[in-house]
């Protein structure tokens, strides 16, 4: 089993335009496909402990996937 990471980012509910990405990090043996097809449950639990917060979209990675060059990307 391989650490997956799912990827969400959220905007605040009253300023839509604040938003930022939450990572939510599992131990499985599922694809990358598998993990965004089945990541509803989760994001609505999230969504569900943290009500000022909206889901708008998700991605899956593997956490050393991720090239970071020291920059920041906005959403």
């Known amino acids: 089993m391989n650490p997956i990471e799912l990827v969400v ?4 509910v009253l ?3 604040t938003c930022e990405e939450t ?3 599992f131990t499985s043996s599922i694809s990358l496909q598998q ?3 089945g990541a509803m449950p ?3 639990q999230w969504v ?3 009500p000022k917060w909206t889901a708008v979209k998700w991605r899956c990675e593997y956490p050393h996937s991720r090239a970071d060059a020291g ?4 959403g």
């Open 9 to 12: 980012t959220v905007c605040a």
């Open 15 to 17: 300023s839509p335009a």
């Open 23 to 25: 990572h939510l990090t």
């Open 35 to 37: 993990c965004t097809m």
């Open 42 to 44: 989760y994001i609505a």
């Open 48 to 50: 569900g402990e943290h």
């Open 71 to 74: 920059g920041s990307r906005a």
